[in-house]
């Protein structure tokens, strides 16, 4: 089956600096790569996702990177805030097995004001 | 994307007693998935719960200690039985997107501690 390493465990940075997530994954069938954020006492929730037919995606502050050949793919968080402090799950599903995703075990962002 | 309701926020309960989760989705979905969360980790599913059809478990998990309704296609439930401490965790529920393997939604989940 499918396996998501996520690094580092724990980012700490200062506010305004750039945040960056890194995954692999080992099943070269996936093909959707959601990133989801959970604060606090929250459910995850989906920032942004990556199909294996696009190599970058932004949405203002944030934006994922996707290396089909490496399998690996990242998540860049630009002039970080204090909200932007929680964890990150990075996930792969492939569409030719279950749909269900397997996680990374989360990345706790720490912005320092 | 779906808006997932799901109840009782936290709770604390007594070692040998069950707890019932409830999500309720806004909209008509086929599979909910139930997912434990246990201090400081990843998320691993639990079990898949389809409206009409028994649930299908992941390894490791069992009907008889996690019982999931899936009544209609927009409610679901889920029970931890004959709780120990070793159940303390948060349980989340959560469906897809509207495209198969997308955009999970998830509730906001449950925190359960077992004293």
């Known amino acids: 089956g499918e396996n998501v390493e996520q690094h580092p465990s724990t980012l700490s940075v200062q506010e305004g600096d750039s945040a960056v997530i890194k995954c692999t994954y080992s099943?070269?069938?996936?093909?959707?790569f959601p990133w989801y954020k959970q604060e606090l006492g929250k459910g995850p929730q989906l920032i942004i996702d990556?199909?294996?037919?696009?190599g970058e995606k932004k949405d203002q502050r944030i934006a994922v990177t996707l290396n089909k050949t490496a399998k690996h793919f990242s998540l860049h968080i630009t002039e970080t805030q204090p909200e932007d402090s929680a964890v990150y799950f990075c996930a792969a599903i492939s569409a030719g097995g279950s749909y269900i995703p397997t996680f990374g075990r989360g990345t706790s962002l720490i912005v320092h004001p | 994307s779906a808006v997932i309701s799901q109840k009782p926020s936290r709770d604390i309960c007594q070692r040998g007693t069950s707890l019932t989760i409830q999500c309720q989705v806004d909209s008509q979905v086929t599979m909910m998935f139930w997912y434990r969360q246990q201090p400081g980790q990843s998320l691993t599913l639990i079990a898949t719960a389809n409206q009409g059809s028994e649930a299908t478990y992941e390894s490791g998990f069992v009907i008889d200690k996690f019982p999931i309704s899936r009544p209609n296609l927009t409610f679901s439930t889920l029970t931890v039985s004959n709780m120990s401490p070793e159940d303390s965790s948060i349980y989340l529920c959560?469906?897809?997107?509207?495209?198969?393997?997308?955009?999970?939604?998830f509730g906001s989940g449950t925190r359960l501690t077992v004293v």
């Open positions: 990556i199909r294996s037919n696009v």
């Open positions: 099943d070269s069938a996936s093909n959707y």
């Open positions: 959560s469906v897809e997107g509207e495209g198969a393997g997308e955009g999970y939604t």
